[in-house]
Antibody, heavy 117, light 107 residues
Framework: QVQLQESGPGLVKPSETLSLTCTVS????????WSWIRQPPGKRLEWMGY???????NYSPPLKSRVTISLDTSKNQFSLKLNSVTAADTAVYYC???????????WGPGTMVTVSS | DIQMTQSPSSLSASIGDRVTINCRAS??????LAWYQQKPGKVPKLLIY???TLQSGVPSRFSGSGSGTDFTLTISSLQPEDVATYYC?????????FGQGTKVEIK
């Protein structure tokens, strides 16, 4: 069955760019929409943005100026870049499949990213 | 943007109790509402979508109802494995937003 796995640095310095990749296995990335969702410690889930198989993106308004999501169909991967990070960006970052537009049925295990000098 | 507000923020109930969690949208979202269960230290799991449709494999003691702005998640008979935080999420239009969560504990 389809599985997702996040990868990337667990520690990022303030003002730098957070970069994560989600690898999709067991199925093609050429269907569905694919999202990034984060969860700061003890806080609610926050949707960050999605990308579809054609590369069309939609970002959460509060993050729109800092977020870029991209797709690499040859590797069955999609990626997240969040620039100018601060301590407020410390969170567990999940990649997820939009099974029904906006409904997340498959999630990666999540990766903790800490922003600290 | 539409805000999602859950109540209560936490609850404690006994095994076998009926548990109800409420979710309110700041504007009408028809039935574009999903519920997720997140056990401590685990990944969120989809329970219900379209306000009342049970995801495959989810126990039938879970049910959802509502439309417009007011929604409810019900656990008909609370089990030990239901200890978790439950989130509602609207998806009528982007941005997709989640409620603040309701933490369910065993009394």
């Amino acid at each position: 069955q389809v599985q997702l796995q996040e990868s990337g640095p667990g520690l990022v310095k303030p003002s730098e760019t957070l970069s994560l990749t989600c690898t999709v296995s067991g199925g093609s990335i050429n269907y569905y929409y694919w999202s990034w969702i984060r969860q700061p410690p003890g806080k609610r889930l926050e949707w960050m943005g999605y990308i579809d198989h054609s590369g069309k993106t939609n970002y959460s308004p509060p993050l729109k100026s800092r977020v870029t999501i991209s797709l690499d169909t040859s590797k069955n991967q999609f990626s997240l870049k969040l620039n100018s990070v601060t301590a407020a960006d410390t969170a567990v970052y999940y990649c997820a499949r939009d099974w029904v537009f906006g409904v997340f049925d498959i999630w990666g295990p999540g990766t903790m990213v800490t922003v600290s000098s | 943007d539409i805000q999602m507000t859950q109540s209560p923020s936490s609850l404690s109930a006994s095994i076998g109790d009926r548990v109800t969690i409420n979710c309110r949208a700041s504007q009408g979202i028809s039935n574009y509402l999903a519920w997720y269960q997140q056990k401590p230290g685990k990944v969120p799991k989809l329970l219900i979508y379209s306000a009342s449709t049970l995801q495959s494999g989810v126990p039938s003691r879970f049910s959802g109802s509502g439309s417009g702005t007011d929604f409810t998640l019900t656990i008909s008979s609370l089990q030990p494995e239901d200890v978790a935080t439950y989130y509602c999420q609207k998806y009528n239009s982007a941005p997709w937003t989640f409620g603040q969560g309701t933490k369910v504990e065993i009394k």
